[in-house]
């Protein structure tokens, strides 16, 4: 089994698994549909692994790339390294990143060798980053980074157990399928976090939270404040709460927040 650009999308998913794809779902089809989104989540979207569910497929996968094709494509000398720090991202998926810290962390000997092996595992489309908007592409360039995988499932296979981590896998998969629909994507920080930004020429023209949930009063204000932060700071008329299962609509100061649950905004087009 070979990496292709992308793995399914849930559509895609979907579509394989012999599920239609229509505007509304019975109670019994929602229930259904709930199951292959808890399975995407946990399996990725690779089709011989939708099949098998099985993790050690994923793992072999994941090998397969880092040993067979990266290492000795590149003739990487430092295997040891590369591997720690392959690792050490796919374990961080959804978090910042800085290549001093990586660099500091792992025990390499420079940031430029951090950067470069990051670079490999981008090229060969296993791991992404993403940058901190900022007018100043200067700024962009020296700020953290955040990192996200190419399938959920590697992530599961590799490094954690999906039901302590759903947030930040269900960040990664709306990265992932704004990715495929080349979407210009950063993160937005100032005094409170926001996951995801899209710049649209030269403007920025959409703010996106993704959590699992906004039952805990802590998080859901978390949640909000980032979110209205980016959204007065890009003078946008709305913003995004993307969870697991959550479908409503909010209002804070004036500014529309749409709540919506993950299957649905997949299925979306756009």
Known sequence: MKLGLYPFSFKEYLLFCEFPIKDAYTTKEKAELAKHLQDYVKYGGFPEVIKTKDYQELNELYQDIIIKDLIARLKIRDAKDFRELALYLISNTSKKISYNNLKNMLGFSSTSKVKNYIDFLSEAYLLFTVNKYDPSIK???????????????????????????????????????????????????????????????????????????????????????????????????????????????????GIKIMVVPLWKWLLQDN
Do not use: H
């Not at 700020?143 to 190419?150: E, F, G, L, Q």
């Open 139 to 253: 700024k962009q360039l020296i700020n953290d980074r955040k990192v996200y995988a190419i399938d959920q499932g590697i992530i599961n296979a590799m490094a954690f157990q999906f039901s302590q981590n759903l947030g930040r896998l269900m960040e990664n998969i709306v990265f992932l399928a704004l990715k495929r629909r080349n979407a210009n994507i950063y993160y937005f920080e100032g005094k409170n976090e926001c996951d995801i930004v899209i710049k649209e020429g030269l403007k920025i023209t959409r703010a996106i939270q993704v959590t699992e949930s906004l039952a805990d009063p802590g998080v859901k204000l978390r949640e909000i404040n980032g979110l209205m932060e980016a959204v007065n700071k890009f003078n946008l008329k709305e913003g995004m709460i993307i969870t697991m299962d959550s479908e409503v609509q909010l209002l804070k100061d």
